[in-house]
């Protein structure tokens, strides 16, 4: 199985200002990997797909890197509907595994 | 607009089985480019992959819960389904079911979610 491990566990951040996420796969994913937003009480909503491709209505100012073990969630300029948690997914191989996830909160 | 959602018991015993169902609705569930699958999300937790299944039939678990999960689909009723037998309080989630999208053949990202069911394990 493959493990994902976020960092940091929060990040605090202030409206307008830039926040990176970071994502670690245990074995390489190639580009295998999903980020998926998440507001209380909410499912889940796809942010990024293929590492770095945004999902459909996702704004410009979301931005996906990486590839092999090492990926990063860029939001340039955080926004106040953009707090939340984040999680990584990987679907390179079965069993499908997340991220712990990374809160995203205002400083 | 597609649309899924969840049905199913809030509360399920001890030892008992769980079940869920996830309706499809505004789009077909037969169609080539998609898996369906079920995660959980245990009471301000992370996300935990249960299991996926194609329109065919051909499905995948989560090692961790494979010996008490079955998903099954109903492509009549454009519905899959969600048991998982022998439930504990570590069980008790939120249920999704949701929508994986393949791409050149390959898995890809989860583009629709249900609203989520919360299902709880208490006698």
Known sequence: EIVMTQSPATLSVSPGERATLSCRASQSINSNLAWYQQKPGQAPRLVIYGASTRATGIPARFSGSGSGTEFTLTISSLQSEDFAVYYCQQYNIWPLTFGGGIKVEIK | ?123
């Not at chain 2, 249920?95 to 979610?113: E, F, N, P, V």
Request: one cysteine or more; glycine letters at 10%; proline letters at 4%.
């Open chain 2, 1 to 123: 607009q597609l649309q899924l959602q969840e049905s199913g018991p809030g509360l399920v015993k001890p030892s008992e089985t769980l079940s869920l169902t996830c309706t499809v609705s505004g789009g077909s569930i037969s169609f080539s480019s998609y898996y369906w699958g079920w995660i959980r999300q245990p009471p301000g937790k992370g996300l935990e992959w249960i299991g996926n299944i194609y329109f065919s039939g051909s499905s995948y678990y989560n090692p961790s819960l494979k010996s008490r999960v079955t998903i099954s689909v109903d492509t009549s009723m454009n519905q899959f389904s969600l048991r998982l037998s022998s439930v504990t309080a570590a069980d008790t989630a939120v249920y999704y079911c949701a929508r994986h999208q393949i791409r050149d053949l390959s898995l890809s990202g989860i583009d629709y979610w249900g609203q989520g069911s919360l299902v709880t394990v208490s006698s």
